[in-house]
C-alpha cells in the first residue's frame, strides 16, 4: 500500500480554473504597494529570486526583510469559491485509493484549507505539509521532502508524488519516490507516468503497476 503525495494547485484542480494568475497578480501587488519596488521591476526580480532561491518569497526575506506570515497571509487572500467548485468525481476517484493520503504545497495551509473545501475534498487528507513545512523551504528543494518522509516515518519507494511541475517530481525521482505528472510528458526521464487531470489517477497507476 502506497501513500500519496499530491500537490495543491493545478494538480488537485486544473490550470484552466485561473487561480493561479490571481496569487501572482497579488504577490506583484505586495511588491508594489508594500516594498515599494517599482512596477517595471517586480518581473525581472520575481524571475531572479525564483532562480536564486526557487521561491520569490525566499527572495523578499532575504533582500527585502519581508515577515513571511504577512505575505502569505496577502498573497493568499482570495475567495475561491468563485473560481473553484466542489468535484464529487475527483472526490470518489480519491476516496477509492488504498493508502494514506496527504497534500504537499508551496502555499499555506490556509490556503490549501481554502481550496480543499472549494472541492469538497477536505475530509480526504490525513496531512496538509505546507510552506512552513521546512522552514519556508520549497519544492523542489530536498529539505521539505526529507522532513515529510520523517514525519510520515516513510521510505522514497513507499510513496507516489502527483504534481503538475515535473522539476518537482525531480526530487522526488531521486528519493525513490512514484511519479506522476498532471500534464503531458515531454520525456522527462524522472517522470514515470502522466495523466491530464487528477481523476484519471487509476491510469497511472495501473500502468505503474501499483
Ligand atoms: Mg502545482
Redesign the pocket.
Known sequence: MKTYIF?????LYPEEKNVFPLIDARINAYMSHYLKIPAEEVDSLRRRYLRLYGATMKGLMLHHRVDPEDFLAYVHDLDLTRFLEPNPGLRSVLHSLPGRKVVF?NASLEHALRVLQALGLEDLFEHIFDIRTAGYTPKPFSEPYLEILRRLELFGPECVMV???PD?LRTAKKLGMYTVLIGTTDGHGHVDCCVPRACRIREALEKLGI
Open positions: 500537490d495543491l494547485d493545478n494538480t504545497t504534481d503538475d511541475l518537482n
